[in-house]
């Protein structure tokens, strides 16, 4: 699923990319930085110009990961998701916190958390959010539990800006969840 995109990158994307580092590097905890880089992330969403045009492909088999930005120091990667129609991530959760807005089309999320069930625990949905064009939301371990599709009959883009190198690591999933048994 991962799909190295190397540059040329846009002057928009160096943009983005400079926010998020002056960001990261403040070295705030998880929560505020991943509120700090919503506020960078969400005012570059509406730019036509952000991403390139190979940026923007899809693949027919799954959703496709463009790893865009990687820090030198691995603080944090900027990763374009291109979700046609139907396709969907397991339900997982990650390895950092993350920050994700919708470039283009519409993304269904849906929430989980562990519960307490005798020796063990059990995932339980909490709520479906559906995240439109400029919607942004971040959130840092733990209670991030989540299973993302393409919510439109067209094209879905996101971007994702992780607390990690995932050039390195191949992807910010820390762990996959069997569905519910009501969803199952």
Known sequence: MTTPTAPPTTARLDLLVGDVREA????????????????CLAAHLHDPGLLTAGQ????????????LHVEDDGSFSVVALVWLPGQRTTIHDHVSWCVTGVYEGTESERRYRLVPDGDGTRLVATETVVNRVGDVCGF???GDIHLVRNACSSTAISLHIYGA???????SVRRVYEPPADEA
Request: charged share 25%.
């Open 165 to 171: 190198d995932v050039a390195r690591l191949g992807s």
């Open 140 to 142: 840092a371990p733990p």
């Open 56 to 67: 923007r492909e899809g693949d027919p088999d799954h959703y496709r990961q463009h790893i």
């Open 24 to 39: 990261v590097g403040r070295g705030l905890p998880a929560g505020e930085t991943a509120s700090l880089v919503s506020r």
